[in-house]
């Protein structure tokens, strides 16, 4: 076996052990980059590694909004306070420039944290931080991803077990891709029967509805959620919202594909709407199975 | 908008605002099911609002293992002390009957606590939960998911960046459903060009492979990973596993497909191995883009 953590290409052969006692260690001068989920909304859904790494890091680059929520949350001290990290703004445009900084930080012996909403990988910055480390030939930086909630978990879990059976995610964006992949991806998902996940839904979504409409019943339940996670989840509204639809009536919802925190679930024929005195679920069993299946 | 907190047929009109003051108010002398995801490993990958409700609720329903990772953690009190939740162990066998004990002591005013591993809507204990109270009509117990960060998330995390772009998870159990559909969604999911994620895989996960190579090229990167989360992610072997192969080369890797906790990641044409100096990554970064566009 080759454990991953060798600096080798993939393994052709299969070995017993991972020869964990071979790889280099880390210099003792150095920190390490952390690229951190803290999950689809409030801190509530962060991790206890996530907030420990955040709290106790040198430094922190963060948008405004993740910053507003962890200083909210006391995993970083007020604004303008000399304890704890130092906060960096992060913000779209600067990410290329703050990731290089960031690798000059931890060979100088600081651990940075990057913040990523939700799942640092699910269309967040991980991707980003090794294509920059694989540009720069930034061999000598500890890299370390530390996973968080998705969007895509926060939200089915709002709207009960939506996703209780395979499901995939689809991101709406065309800005690094052209439209036919991503046509090509929805529609082999609705026509072999995931849940369906859209991420980045602001924009295209109704292009994203029509095709899958050509392959799947217009009466499968379909959920709009909005910042899942940021209100507490079941029974208040205070931030987060969700409506439940159908497929054939998804498009009738441009009011509630409100922005960045929106996102589509589009259930499978298997999915069924659920009510009890509070709230309409949606369900989607394994299967199909019912309670003699247990 | 139908809030989907409302108890009705998904709605066929959008509206406004949700109808929050409309909705039923849980009674005053109930508790709550709470269905909680504590993550893939050990507690360090819990969220904040996961530890709270177990800490704070009357009764635990988890199994022998997950019980000993919330003791070691503290989450929960040691073993025969009169503090804390009351624990009842779980078991495979017996989720039917536990549920319906917990409906009964949500009704006498307890908050009961299900653990559930990873994401409880991932393959996890929801769907049961909903279907149970469908079954059984009951309506008047108030039921709220807490999401968890999912094995692929957990996985991906200790392999780098493997799963930046549209993902799917795949169970490769027979238990419910026909071989074929199982087979149908791999194909689907091969061709259109998803990252894959299988679950479940320690049965199956050689027909599984056999699927995807009729679709996708033999040289892309697959990971196997086991326990992901239970070691100290990036830094040790304590319990956590992984290596990198590829597609060609996945069904050699017997040894290392262990049990319930080994899921398979499998690469598409975009994911590439990269290694620095402490481990080799696997990364799929978004539309192939690379430094100069972001």
């Known amino acids: 076996m080759n454990d991953g953590r060798e600096p080798t290409e993939p393994a052709t052969e299969s070995a017993t052990e991972p020869a964990a006692d071979d790889r280099d260690e880390v210099p003792d001068d150095y920190g390490t980059l952390y690229v951190v989920g803290i999950g689809p909304g409030l801190p509530d859904h962060m ?37 704890g990290p130092e906060v960096v703004r992060s913000s779209m445009g600067k990410q290329v420039e703050l990731t290089r900084e960031a ?7 600081e651990d940075v944290v990057h913040v990523s909403g939700g799942d640092p990988n699910v269309y967040g910055k991980s991707d980003l931080v090794f294509t920059m480390a694989k540009g720069d030939e930034a061999t000598d930086v500890p890299i ?25 995610t689809v991101s709406l964006s065309d800005k690094w891709r052209g439209w036919d992949e991503i046509e090509e991806k929805l529609r082999a998902a609705a026509i072999s029967g995931f849940v369906i996940v859209l991420y980045n839904c602001w924009r295209n979504y109704e292009r994203a509805i029509d095709v ?28 987060e919202t969700f409506s439940v ?25 298997e999915t069924e709407p659920w009510s009890n005195d509070y709230q309409t679920y949606l369900v989607t069993p394994r299967g199909g199975r019912d309670v003699d299946d247990f």
Chains 1, 2 share one sequence.
């Open 245 to 269: 639809t159908t497929l054939g009536d998804a498009k009738a919802h441009d009011d509630d594909v409100g922005g960045m925190g929106t996102s589509i679930l589009i259930g499978t024929h």
């Open 103 to 109: 690798f000059e930080r931890v060979r100088d012996g």
């Open 212 to 239: 899958v409409r050509e392959e799947r019943a217009d009466d499968v339940p379909v959920g709009i959620f909005n910042d899942a996670g940021r209100g507490e989840a079941g029974r208040n509204l205070d931030d």
């Open 47 to 83: 991790t206890k590694r996530a907030k420990e790494l955040i709290s106790t890091s040198d430094c922190v680059v963060a948008s405004n909004l993740y910053q507003e929520f962890l200083r909210d949350d006391g995993t970083l001290p007020p604004e303008g306070s000399d304890d």
């Open 144 to 168: 370390e991803i530390v996973p968080g909630v998705t969007a895509a978990l926060g939200g089915a879990a709002m709207m009960g077990a939506p996703l209780s059976n395979d499901f995939c």
